[in-house]
Nanobody
Framework: QVQLVESGGGLVQAGGSLRLSCAASGRTFNSNAIGWFRQAPGKERQFVAAIRWSDGSTYYADSLKGRFTISRDNAKNTVYLQMNSLKPEDTAVYYC???????????????WGQGTQVTVSS
C-alpha cells in the first residue's frame, strides 16, 4: 500500500499562486510516478501533470503548461505542484495519485490521496 496526503490548497484570488504538496509513505517502491489530477463539481477527473521518481521526467496537460510546474523531493518522498496565474476555472479538488508509470488516464493510478480544495475567486 502507498499512502498519499495532499496539502496546500486554499482560497486565492485570480492571478495568485499556490503550491500543493503530495507526501507519499508506505510501500513507495510500488510506484514509479506521481500524478496530479483535478476534479470540479459535475466533471470528470482531469489530468494536470505527472513526474517520475527516478529521473524527474515531467508531463503536463497541454492547456496548463507554462502556469503549473511539478517537481519532486526524493529525500522527503514529496511531490509538489506549483500553480501560478491562477484562474477561476482552476477551482477544483486536486488529487495526487501513484502509479507504476506516468500517464494521463486516472485509471492508470493505483493509489490516491484524499484531495485538497483549491478555490480561485474572481
Amino acid at each position: 500500500q502507498v499512502q498519499l496526503v495532499e496539502s496546500g490548497g486554499g482560497l486565492v484570488q485570480a492571478g495568485g499562486s499556490l503550491r500543493l504538496s503530495c507526501a507519499a509513505s508506505g510501500r513507495t517502491f510500488n510506484s514509479n510516478a506521481i500524478g496530479w489530477f483535478r476534479q470540479a463539481p459535475g466533471k470528470e477527473r482531469q489530468f494536470v501533470a505527472a513526474i517520475r521518481w527516478s529521473d524527474g521526467s515531467t508531463y503536463y496537460a497541454d492547456s496548463l503548461k507554462g502556469r503549473f510546474t511539478i517537481s519532486r523531493d526524493n529525500a522527503k518522498n514529496t511531490v509538489y505542484l506549483q500553480m501560478n496565474s491562477l484562474k477561476p476555472e482552476d477551482t477544483a479538488v486536486y488529487y495526487c495519485g501513484a502509479a507504476m508509470t506516468t500517464g494521463w488516464r486516472a485509471t492508470s493510478y493505483d493509489y490516491w490521496g484524499q484531495g485538497t480544495q483549491v478555490t480561485v475567486s474572481s
